[in-house]
C-alpha cells in the first residue's frame, strides 16, 4: 500500500497507523487509527497500488481516541440483517456506560451503536461468520492484569443504531497458555465443513514478545 489516504504528512505516524483489513470482493479494506478512516484498495496488486477511494467513520456524538479508536473492520455476509455492510469497533474508545464506540457504514443499519465491555479486555480484531454472527478478537496486557486474550461471539441481527451488544465468550487465555500480544484474527471453512480460526500476535520489535500464528477449530 503506497499511499494510505491520510490528509496528513507523509511521513507521520498518523499516516501509517494501520489496524484492521477485510476482504470485500476484489477489494481490500483498511482501518487507521489516529488519523481515523478506511481506505479501499484493489485486491489484485493491492501491496503496490493507492486507495481508490478513502473514507471517514460516521460521524455522531462519540468520540474516538487517537491511539485507541478505529480498531477493528468487518465485512458482514451479503445475505444478512446489516446486508453485506462494513462494521468497525473501536479498541479502547467508549461511550458513556463504558462501552466500545462501534458503527455500521451503510446499510439499513447504518448508524452508530455499542458493543458490551467486559474489562479487562480491549478490541484487537473481528470477523464475521457464514450464519452472520460475529467474533471480537480482544486482548488485556499491564502489570496489573496480565496478558489474556479472549474470544466473543454476537448476533449480528442484534446491531441496530443506539443498541448495545452482548456477546458470549468463545474462549479465554493467559500468560499460561501459548499465546502473546494477539492482535489479529480470520476464520476460514475446513474441507469438512468445520469452521477454524486464525489468531495471530505482533512482537512489535520488542525482545519479549513473539509473532505467533495459531489455529482453532470453532466447535458449536
Known amino acids: 500500500m503506497r499511499d494510505s489516504g491520510s490528509h496528513k504528512s507523509m511521513d507521520h505516524k498518523d499516516n501509517l497507523d ?10 481490500v479494506l483498511v482501518s487507521f487509527e489516529r488519523d481515523h478512516r478506511i481506505a479501499t484498495y484493489p485486491l489484485d496488486g493491492f501491496a503496490e ?13 462519540y468520540t474516538l481516541r487517537g491511539n485507541g479508536g478505529l480498531e477493528a473492520i468487518l465485512k458482514s ?30 446499510g439499513p443499519q ?3 451503536f455499542a458493543i458490551e465491555r467486559v474489562a479487562p479486555y480491549d478490541v484487537t480484531d ?6 452472520g ?46 499465546i502473546d500480544n494477539m492482535e489479529g ?3 476460514f471453512k475446513a474441507e469438512d465443513g468445520s469452521t477454524h480460526l486464525i489468531v495471530v500476535s505482533d512482537d512489535n520489535h520488542s525482545l519479549i514478545e513473539r ?4 489455529e482453532f477449530k470453532l466447535v458449536e
Do not use: C
Open 110 to 112: 447504518k448508524g452508530i
Open 133 to 178: 454472527t460475529f467474533l471480537l478478537l480482544e486482548r488485556k496486557f499491564g502489570l496489573t492484569d496480565g496478558i489474556g486474550m479472549r474470544i466473543r461471539r454476537f448476533k449480528g441481527e442484534d446491531i441496530a443504531p443506539g443498541k448495545t451488544v452482548s456477546g458470549t465468550v468463545v474462549m479465554e487465555a493467559d500468560f499460561s497458555h501459548q
Open 211 to 214: 509473532n505467533l500464528m495459531l
Open 185 to 187: 484474527l480470520d476464520a
Open 77 to 106: 455476509p451479503d445475505d444478512s440483517t446489516i446486508k453485506g455492510a462494513i462494521v468497525w469497533v473501536a479498541e479502547r474508545s467508549y461511550n458513556k456506560d463504558g462501552n466500545f464506540i462501534a458503527g455500521v457504514q451503510s
Open 49 to 61: 497500488s493507492e486507495p481508490l477511494k478513502v473514507e471517514r467513520p460516521l460521524k455522531g456524538a
Open 18 to 27: 494501520a489496524e484492521g483489513m477485510a476482504i470485500d470482493g476484489d477489494h
Open 126 to 131: 473481528g470477523v464475521f461468520l457464514d450464519d
